[in-house]
């Protein structure tokens, strides 16, 4: 073996899961299914996990939707059991707030981004390699469970 394939296979997850769905709210509502499925297969169900797939999924529909395109769901569980959930949508041009602000009391949307926020251990947006694949993908870490 040579170091980079050493390497390569440090840094290789011990579990990947990655699948397209529809830019609908039916895709959105398959993403948190096959998202509880999939942790439950790897014995990391997670409550928390399922509820920032939902609103990262529900964001690709409502915020990153283009006509014909699809969102694309990953879920990685790496070495330490960090699970790292990705949601990437075609709508680089929409990127959500790094800070998101509480909306009045009144609004009846807005609160997602403060959910995932509140979740998650870290989270993030990261842009597609522009022109050639005008996307975003949103994404969260949940570490390890306290006792795993």
């Known amino acids: 073996m040579n170091q980079e394939t050493t ?3 440090t840094l290789a997850p011990a579990h990947q899961f990655t699948v397209l769905l529809s ?3 039916r895709g959105a509502r398959l993403a948190r299914l096959l998202a ?3 942790l439950r297969s790897w014995e990391r169900t997670s409550e928390d996990a399922e ?5 990262l999924a529900n964001n690709a ?10 969102f694309r769901l990953v879920l990685t569980v790496d070495e330490k059991n960090t699970l790292r959930i990705e949601v990437t949508d075609a709508r680089a041009d929409r990127s959500p707030p790094l800070h998101p ?11 997602g ?7 998650a251990d870290r989270w993030g947006a990261d842009l597609g390699p522009l022109p050639l694949t005008p996307c975003k993908t949103i994404w969260a870490e949940l570490d390890a469970p306290r006792g795993a």
């Open 36 to 38: 509880r499925e999939q």
């Open 51 to 55: 509820l920032i797939v939902a609103e």
């Open 61 to 70: 529909v409502q915020h990153g939707h283009v006509p014909g395109r699809s």
């Open 101 to 111: 602000r509480r909306p009045s009391p009144e609004a009846e949307s807005g609160r």
């Open 7 to 9: 390497r390569a296979q």
């Open 23 to 25: 830019a609908t709210r």
């Open 113 to 119: 981004l403060l959910l995932v926020e509140a979740l």
